[in-house]
């Protein structure tokens, strides 16, 4: 059974910084994609960053310059490292994975995941 576990959120002060990590177990992911996607309720999944199999990385334009993604190489730990932190980027944060073995690109779309965490809360105040 692949299931995935975020950690990390929690409340901060715009400007500050937090690192949510991913832990997959049942599978490694070093050869198939995993992303970041967040949630405010009433709106979609929204795609944040992503890796795929081949290490290609790929940050949304909303948080680009102030979040990164990094993954360990034996495929079970993804992270994701906010900085510079605002407001409007509080959400409920979701770990995903994918089934397409060594994809040259990262897929955005929620659909194209089948593995998904549970969410981790990341409130930020002004």
């Known amino acids: 059974q692949v299931t995935l576990v975020e950690s990390g959120g929690g409340l901060v002060q715009a400007g500050d910084s937090l690192r949510l990590s991913c832990a997959g177990s049942?599978?490694?992911?070093?050869?198939?994609?995993m992303a970041w996607f967040r949630q405010v309720p009433g709106n979609e999944r929204e795609f944040v960053a992503g890796?795929?199999?081949?290490?290609?990385?790929r940050i949304a334009d909303s948080v680009k310059g102030r979040f990164s993604i990094s993954r360990d190489n034996g495929g079970t730990t993804m992270d994701l490292q906010m900085s510079s932190l605002k407001p409007e980027d509080t959400a409920v944060y979701y770990c995903a994975g994918d089934n397409h073995l060594h994809l040259g690109r990262v897929l955005t779309t929620p659909r194209s995941y089948v593995y998904w965490g549970q969410g981790t809360q990341v409130t930020v105040s002004s």
């Open positions: 049942g599978r490694s992911f070093n050869r198939y994609g």
């Open positions: 890796i795929s199999g081949r290490d290609i990385t």
